[in-house]
T-cell receptor, first 114, second 114 residues
Framework: AQSVTQPDIHITVSEGASLELRCNYS??????LFWYVQSPGQGLQLLLK??????LVQGIKGFEAEFKRSQSSFNLRKPSVHWSDAAEYFC????????????FGSGTRLSIRP | DVKVTQSSRYLVKRTGEKVFLECVQD?????MFWYRQDPGLGLRLIYF???????EKGDIPEGYSVSREKKERFSLILESASTNQTSMYLC?????????????FGPGTRLTVT
């Protein structure tokens, strides 16, 4: 079945440490790929997106993500997290056949240890 | 900046009541979406609309209906609210331009049905 998987429900990292959030998808062709962030009490905000081309994409707030076709993954990274990065992060895909519909993963909640 | 607004941040309704959730966007977007967000389940698409007076069922349309009489406004209707519809409801919009899949989200309405 087609799906988007975020295997980590909750991650805690120390402020200043590096971060990697995992995302895997299972679709026949490479879909369009996104990462969104939801701060407490807020709607979702787009961090970055991948359509084609360079497999390492840069986003806002110092985040980046790398598309790896062989692993069907699109992991989100940040070299040094800040307390303000505490939020919920959603990986999302737009399959080619979806006509603008986005399929969201179940989310990873990030906590920052002072 | 794109702005998507939702009529209420918090709403408490009784079982059996008819509930209207309103969403307005100011960027002349063709596409509008309603999601519900539940812990551990991510965002699930309820309904979406590609144009005025057009609507399509998403993944979980049961118990909901929608209305889009004007391009900027997309309403979600719970005909007879039930306790299992207690959730966070998020509205989003996106441009209808080719390859424009970025969705812009409102802040959400947290609905409690008692």
């Amino acid at each position: 079945a087609q799906s988007v998987t975020q295997p980590d429900i909750h991650i805690t990292v120390s402020e200043g440490a590096s971060l990697e959030l995992r995302c895997n998808y299972s679709y026949g062709a490479t879909p369009y790929l996104f990462w969104y962030v939801q701060s407490p009490g807020q709607g979702l905000q787009l961090l970055l997106k991948y359509f084609s081309g360079d497999t390492l994409v840069q986003g806002i707030k110092g985040f980046e993500a790398e598309f790896k076709r062989s692993q069907s993954s699109f992991n989100l990274r940040k070299p040094s997290v800040h307390w303000s990065d505490a939020a919920e992060y959603f990986c999302a895909v737009v399959p080619y056949s979806s006509a603008s519909k986005i399929i969201f993963g179940s989310g990873t909640r990030l906590s920052i240890r002072p | 900046d794109v702005k998507v607004t939702q009529s209420s941040r918090y709403l408490v309704k009784r079982t059996g009541e008819k509930v209207f959730l309103e969403c307005v966007q100011d960027m002349d977007h063709e596409n509008m979406f309603w999601y519900r967000q539940d812990p551990g389940l991510g965002l699930r698409l309820i309904y979406f609309s590609y144009d005025v007076k057009m609507k399509e069922k998403g993944d979980i349309p049961e118990g909901y209906s929608v209305s889009r009489e004007k391009k900027e406004r997309f309403s979600l209707i719970l005909e007879s609210a039930s306790t299992n519809q207690t959730s966070m409801y998020l509205c989003a919009s996106s441009s209808g331009r080719v390859n424009s899949y970025e969705q812009y989200f409102g802040p959400g309405t947290r609905l409690t049905v008692t």
